[in-house]
């Protein structure tokens, strides 16, 4: 089982970076809201809700997320998640393929990591 608890990635998230293969990439303005099995992104470009499911592997903790409305409805991506103190990072790849299994990530790879910081909590 992974060191996270699901409670550990629950609150509203701003988006403080990213990378593609390894290298930096520029992110628009972004707030993730994470509530157990839901999620809402919202930025300049929409707003998107979906499903979170989480599983527990024998490496980084696991999730998909199943979009329900906006650009990303009907689509899954497959996830690794960490939580250390007030930051939070999700890697996957951008071409729909496996899901990451780390997050040291190779150069060139259709793999993007996103890091963000904690807004607030959930009570």
């Known amino acids: 089982m ?5 409670n550990d990635f629950e609150g509203d998230w701003s988006v403080v970076g990213g990378r593609l293969g390894g290298a930096s990439i520029p992110l628009p303005e972004t707030t993730l809201s994470i509530c157990a099995d839901a999620y809402v992104v919202t930025s300049e470009t929409g707003r998107d809700t979906g499903k ?8 980084p903790l696991t999730v998909d997320l199943i979009g329900t409305t906006g650009a990303h409805a009907g689509n899954t991506i497959k996830a690794i998640a960490r939580v250390r103190g007030d930051v939070m990072q999700l890697c996957y790849t951008v071409d729909g393929s496996a899901r990451p299994d780390g997050f040291d990530v ?18």
């Open 2 to 6: 992974a060191a996270e608890s699901v």
């Open 52 to 59: 979170l499911v989480w599983g527990d592997a024998d490496g």
């Open 106 to 123: 190779a150069s060139g790879t259709p793999v993007v990591t996103v890091r963000y910081r904690r807004v607030r909590a959930n009570a």
